[in-house]
């Protein structure tokens, strides 16, 4: 149950350091703002497929949502911007986007520790 919390808490932490609502993440998820709210306070399991899709959305790794602290975490993947006001659809475009960004910089570490 901790784990549950803790993971809860990050949760929590990531949305609100890109402004968003329960409701905004929820309809992003597929599920409702009250699962959010679930998921934030510990009350509810988080299907590791859910966990993946909020990885996303954050621009961050599993491992940072399962941290015990994650203060260095969000400060790490701070955005210069917030995403208040963004749909759903951007969202979704901007959890892409992160994606391939983390894919680049992963490639490119790649290529230069091999040179």
Do not use: C, W
């Not at 590791?48 to 994650?70: K, N, Q, Y």
């Amino acid at each position: 149950m901790e784990e549950r919390i803790t993971i809860g808490l990050n949760i929590k932490s990531f949305r609100e350091s890109m402004s968003l609502s329960q409701a905004e993440v929820g309809s992003f998820l597929g599920v409702t703002r009250e699962q959010v709210s679930y998921y934030e306070t510990g009350k509810r399991a988080i299907p590791l497929t859910v966990l993946e899709r909020l990885a996303e959305l954050f621009g961050i790794t599993l491992s940072d949502l399962l941290e015990a602290s994650p203060t260095e975490a969000v400060v790490r993947h701070a955005f210069a911007f917030r995403a208040e006001g963004f749909s759903t659809e951007d969202l979704h475009s901007l959890a892409s986007f992160q994606k391939i960004i983390r894919n680049y910089l992963k490639i490119d570490s790649l290529h230069a520790s091999h040179e």
